[in-house]
Nanobody, 123 residues
Framework: QVQLVESGGGLVQAGGSLRLSCAAS????????MGWFRQAPGKERDFVAA????????NYAGSVKGRFTISRDNVKNTVYLQMNSLNPEDTAVYYC????????????????WGQGTQVTVSS
């Protein structure tokens, strides 16, 4: 089992950048595919990005491709989400998640979740 703790959220102006971190407990972090999802008020939880166990393969939602970058450090047991060129539509609670199988964009496929970190982008 793995426990996930996100950090790095905050308030930023449109056009700015933030880097989210998700620290995982446990010795098997490198065995988990990791993903980032986000949920805006009144909306469903949406896929943002995912990364394979090795970090070689990534997948992005179309709305963030070219602006966001997911990465991981299997020594530090941490996955990151670098977010650039932020706009107000990126405002949401961001969650990291892990699963013990292949890449997936479906939240139901993920077994472990963090508590979320708020990202607010002002116009």
């Amino acid at each position: 089992q793995v426990q996930l703790v996100e950090s790095g959220g905050g308030l930023v102006q449109a056009g700015g950048s933030l880097r989210l971190s998700c620290a995982a407990s446990g010795r098997t972090f490198s065995s988990y595919v990791m993903g980032w999802f986000r949920q805006a008020p009144g909306k469903e939880r949406d896929f943002v990005a995912a990364i394979s166990t090795s970090g070689i393969t990534t997948n992005y939602a179309g709305s963030v491709k070219g602006r966001f970058t997911i990465s991981r450090d299997n020594v530090k047991n941490t996955v990151y989400l670098q977010m650039n060129s932020l706009n107000p539509e990126d405002t949401a609670v961001y969650y990291c998640a892990g699963r013990y199988r292949g890449l997936s964009i479906t939240s139901l496929h993920y077994d472990y979740w963090g508590q979320g970190t708020q990202v607010t982008v002002s116009s």
